[in-house]
């Protein structure tokens, strides 16, 4: 048995510790919203926070998670499921088309601003490079990490 | 204008839909291991991975289960997504054979000794910032210890 | 009482008429219900049951329902895969309806043959025919047979909005609320004419009275069926034309959207799965005795073209199977190569020569106009195979048991996913129930059926539920590609400068079957022709299709003429366009919007490229910056007239997507063969462009003709590979006639 802290909660599991965090969370905690795209650290779809970190969680063992607290995309909103400002700007820049990858999009932004409230154009490539989306959502999402930053910028119609 | 019409779109149309009428065939060989929810068996079942065992290089052979999505530890074996690490203690960073590395590492001068080996996989991207080897980081000392352990073992056959 | 009213009202099979749209039935309960088809019959009575679950809730008709709190839900024949189709479908028929748009549920149509979206059919099968009014009916019946046959419930052919918006959601709306102000004047007792629907309530003005919809479900049911509803014009639409915001947004912002790949069954287990590495050749046998032994392992399966492990954890299925090691048998495929493929297309082009060849199209005498032309132009150009790379794996799960089978997945047609399970186990479509979910991208790929089958076959073996996860080498090299195409052109200028001869001979003709040519520039003579070349891959649609490549290679070309008739590129695309408004206007806007004329920086370029498609015209330029080892491409114009935009926002976030799909190609997309084998694994090798590469896009929209939709899920691919030659070209001289540009040497 492993014991996990998964968005502040412990959970235990029975798996391989070699097991990739990805595949525990999926299958084993039955939270979805973490994706398998590549399975190599190639596409960022899997991004989860390792104390606060984003990590590849399909490429990291789960037994780097010992003692430490992963955050996924449904530890975000608060408990009453209001969004974190970054979902809500991901909503009000309408982001998501197909919607896949942007549950490790929005991991890698939230990690993002935290270490940095106000990055440049520049800062916002480097940090979300690791992030493929097929759909080519990338203007919206600069579009959406300056609108969480607080930078004054155009929202949709509601 | 003369506009010919030909059948090629109505093939496509015709070959995605349809679907013999004969049932696919079986498998041609099912092994079937177990049921679900039967018992393990004991000779089914290796030593589960993380259990104490009895070498450092064996506990490195399971934890380098880690790399090989991307590495592969042969002599002569293919680079994959990461180079191959036959050898490559001992090795200049940047010098597997037609790999292509990031600047970053091609450029970082390093030789890979067991404790820059080490350094670097305890976070290989403050190590060598652009390094394209964004999965891999290993916290615990001594699982680092163990699969360097089963590079240099490995690459001693 | 239900079959009286649909004898009254079905039309007779194959025809194909306005009021053959309209339909109506009784649900249990006495309650009439309309329906609103796409095609002729009735949908009614097998549909209610799977819609109308709700205590309480009436079906309006097939496209809509109103329940008792009023709310409208608009029911969708199509999927959603990033494109924005449930919002925009929905906003078609909830403004026809005047429903409170707070109130508009939405819900995807099951896999019903009773959703056969023929429509789709009949663009799949001839795009471009202009059919005269007075055929239409029996060609519309022609269409309906074949489509209906071939169970086509499609997403796909940029058609959603101008097919089945256009002809049923609003066509559903308009009917539901001519039926609802009917059933409400009688029973007000005043003339319909004197009442008026808003905000899914009815109101009567002079007497200050009004009510929720819901309050005469039921009666407008005993209603006549309004023949022609009647549509309203631009002027009074209210969510059309509106950038509302996407419903399926938020979910897709906090992990809860359930994407195929999230199915989850109560014993439930896992199988990785790897096919033979060469289409067409099967397992002859495999050495499982590592893989036995592993943790988890549950079953080893043979399947004849590819193997399978299902294990507790996907993970685990993933580790045993890549211990297997396999024969495979030997194909004609083994001793393919790239170039040999390439080089095979180019004999078979010669052989062609200037007379054979299926001709697509030919007016006038090109030999003898080019012949006579004051100067000649000619030109090859290649494309390799490309893969669609969905960010979520294929996959599907399915469950076979007691001779009846279930299967979760996210599919572009749905109505086909079901019937490939059904055949692949030999039993009855009604033994098969398919759940559609989200689509992690689909591009083309998801409207294949080989994830289906391949999970059927597994799970009938395992006799338990399983859900079948491709890795990403499995579907980067088991993909339905684009095929990879050789184009040859000769075009022939005059002494002006002005274009006489166009003669262009291609491989391959896949889909739409108007791709490759050019009927909206003025060259008087003109001849198109192709070559089937066969190979081993598979081929599938690809976003945009033909027009992928054709795209390139037309307005590459034009611009290589342009070039030799000493004229700017812009110049002479508006003197090939010159009488076509429309065109004009697109072209003229994209170089306005590009400041076309204003200088660049030295080492930058700017090209333009004109491309309609799918029903929509698109010009875009592209700016590219060249001074470094590697083209950057700054910005892309996008200038679009889809006729009209029903979501504005959601059209251009496709053309922002379409670029980022084009230019993915156009820098780096190649799929490469080497013994018969795909060589491309992961995004390493294929890789797929990065927020840092992705260049500013600017989109302005005119909407040119509100009575004829174009699509805007692919239009905007096509044009943006030839704006970016054509501006490395401007900048460099460096005419790029193969793609991806990884293969040129730019320093």
Redesign the interface.
Known sequence: MITLNVNGQAKEVDVDPATPILWVVRENLKMTGTKFGCGVALCGACTVHLDGKPIRSCSTPVSEADGKAITTIEGLAEEDGTFSKVQQAWVDQQVAQCGYCQSGQIMSATALLKNNSNPSDEQIDAAMAGNICRCGTYVRIRKAIKTAAGAPSETQEA | MKVVFRASALVLVTTLAACGSDPAPEPTEQIVVREPGADVSDDAAPEPAGEATDSLVAAGKSAFNTCIACHVLEKGGANRIGPNLYGIIGQAAGSADGFKYSDAMASSGITWTKEELDSYLANPAAKVPGTTMMAGAISDGSRREAIIAYIEDASAN | MADKQISKTAPKKGKWTRRAFIGAGVVAGGALVVGVAVRPGNPIDRLSPMLAKGDGEQLINAWVKIDADNIVTAIIPHVE????IFTSLAQMLADELDADWSKVKILEAPADAKYVSHDI?RE??????EVPAILEPTVGGTFLQ?ATA???QITGGSFSIRGTGQRAMRVAGAAAKEMLLAAAAEEWNVPAGELRAENSMILHDKSSKSAPFADFAAAAAEQGLPNKPKLKSPKDYKLMG?????T????????????G??A?LP?M??AAVKAAPVVGAT?ES?N?DTA????G????????NFIAVVA?????A??AL?TIEAKYSKTEGDTLDQDALFKRYATMLDEAGDKDG??????GDVGEAFASAATKVEAEYKVPFLAH?????MNCTAWVRDGKCDVWSGHQ?PL?AR??AA????IDMDDVTYHNA??????GRR???DAI?MA??IAK?AK?PVKM?W??EEDTMQDHYRPSATSRFQGGLDKDGKAVSWSNIHTH?????EAPTV?YYNIANHKIRKI?VPTHLRFGPWRSVDHSQHGFFIESFVDEMAHAAGKDGYAFRRELLAGSARHLAVLDKAAEMSGWDKPLPEGHGRGIAFVPSFGTIIAEVAEVDMTGKKPKVKKIFVAADPGFAVNP?GFA?QM??????GLTATLFGEISVKDGAVQQS???DYP?????E?P??AVEIINGDHKRLGGAGEPGLPPLAPAVTNAIFAATGNRVRELPLSKVDFA
């Open positions: 895969m990033g494109q924005g059919g799949f099968l001839a795009p471009s025919l074949l071939m169970n086509l509106k950038a509302i915001a996407r399926d947004i938020p979910e897709k912002s906090n992990g809860t959207a359930l994407f790949i999230d989850d014993g287990k896992y397992v495999m499982a036995k032994t592993m943790p392992v549950l079953q080893i399966l043979n399947m004849g507790d954890g996907y993970w685990q993933e580790q890549g299926d001709v697509e199209t030919e007016e790379a969905t960010m979520e794996p047609a086909m019937k490939a055949d692949t186990l030999g989200y689509l992690g991208g689909g591009f409207s294949e059926n089958i059927t076959r073996a338990y996860i890795s990403r003709l896949f889909d739409p079957q009927p089937d926002d976030a922002e997507s379409s670029i980022a799909y992961n995004f390493h797929i462009l990065r927020i840092n992705m500013d896009v």
